[in-house]
């Protein structure tokens, strides 16, 4: 059964620091491509980084280029996303997804729902003082 859990949200001040986790479960990270996206209150879900399950290669949405990092450590089959320097409309509920591709294809930012065959649940991101 494949699974992705989503941990390691909560509650940051402006300009901290937050590291989450997707863990996987049914699959081996070396065969599907990992997505991050978040779903702001009232806004549409949007991508902002990927990290190819082919070669490791990650990818980064401009608003988020420079704060975040995505890896991956396959032995633990986790994806880990660190935020830096977080500011307030980083507000949202995070997702991981596994895409059917092993490489990330086109813009990050788009949600590809066809091309994605499983999300976690989320993880509540609130950056707030």
């Known amino acids: 059964q494949v699974q992705l859990v989503e941990s390691g949200g909560g509650l940051v001040q402006p300009g901290g620091s937050l590291r989450l986790s997707c863990t996987v479960s049914g699959f081996t990270l070396d065969y599907r491509a990992i997505g991050w996206f978040r779903q702001a209150p009232g806004k549409e879900r949007e991508g902002f980084s990927c990290i190819s399950g082919s070669d490791g290669r990650s990818y980064y949405a401009d608003s988020v280029k420079g704060r975040f990092t995505i890896s991956r450590d396959n032995a633990k089959n986790t994806v880990y996303l660190q935020m830096n320097s977080l500011k307030s409309e980083d507000t949202a509920v995070y997702y991981c997804?596994?895409?059917?591709?092993?490489?990330?294809?086109?813009?990050?930012?788009?949600?590809?729902?066809?091309?994605?065959?499983?999300w976690g649940k989320g993880t509540l991101v609130t950056i707030s003082s």
């Open positions: 997804a596994a895409y059917r591709s092993p490489t990330c294809l086109g813009d990050v930012t788009y949600v590809n729902y066809y091309a994605i065959d499983y």
